[in-house]
């Protein structure tokens, strides 16, 4: 049996929803960002999310619906983001999910964010339990153990700011624009990536695999304090490039860290073929950051499952997908789901 699921994404600055079948074909795709409303502000501004959200969420629907080809009760379930995430755009698509629901006589699951994106590599290919997630986005840096759908174990994280929250905010200071990661990584090609000694936090930390990017940011800050105005262009690029390279240190040695607690983990079970990577977020975007993480994946013979780029920031797909992997376990959830702002994995 082949299941059909709407899959609506509102948590934080994307209106996105999709039709993605069991079968792991995306017969729709729509993903509206709100990047330009919140630029001039160098971040998300919850208020303008939540009434973005409202003014586009049907025309987003309807015209994901019309290029799948089908109506309501054509689908099997329509899924939601029900959690983490900004409450006001949560509570618009779920609501809009749950009324999709009722009219159309289908069930209604409630999708975790994170757990979205921990399954969106076997929408994709057949990539078998378990394996080891790195989700780095704007809201979420964190090593999982996925062993199962519905069964996550965070090895460690951040215990400060996200990964691309450091790029954001880093962006902001050097006085480019919104999102920062994309704008950071295109000049740090001709920068110097030498040229500034940042910290490096917890990487000494042999015992687990937590990470902290709010010391970086300060130590950044600090270099530009002393910089005249209007910057130096190339100051600009030699910060960019050291700054990443920083970050691609951290996330290396944090990494080999992971891996061996994933490996410790697993050490009672015989299964010796576990040695799978996925990275997810927006940040996985990052080609010189999955340059760095490939090497230590490499000197482990783990292999990297990386989903395409559309797939690894916000979108309609990775919900609908979570969807599919519940109907076809059997879940669903009651009409009564409050929508939950803050919503560990470890909760499921
Ligand atoms: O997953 P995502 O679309 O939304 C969240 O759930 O947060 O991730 C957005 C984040 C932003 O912080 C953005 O700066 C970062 O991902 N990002 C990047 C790159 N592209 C997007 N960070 C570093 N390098 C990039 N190329
Ligand atoms: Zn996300």
Redesign the pocket.
Known sequence: MVYTVLGIET??D?TAAAVVTSDRKILAHTVLSQTKEHAPYGGVVPEIASRAHIAHIESIIARTMQEAGLDFHHLDAVAATAGPGLIGGVIVGVMTAKAIASAASIPFIAVN?LEG?ALTPRLIEDVAFPYLLLLV????CEFLRVSQVGQYQKLGGTIDD????A??KVAKMLGLGY????Q??ALAKEGDIDRYALPLPLIRQEANCQMSFSGLKTAVKRIIDTWDKPFDPQNIRNLAASFQRTIGDILCNRLAHAIRQYLVAAEDSDDSDIRRFVLS???A???Y?RKRLIEVLEQHDFTLFAPPLSL???NGAMIAWAGVEHLQLGHQSSLAFAPRPRWPLSEL
């Open positions: 948590s934080c994307e964010h994106h986005s704007g809201g979420h996200a990964v691309g929250e790029f954001d999102p920062g990661g994309p950071i990584e977020g927006g940040v975007a990052n080609r950051l690894c920031t916000d």
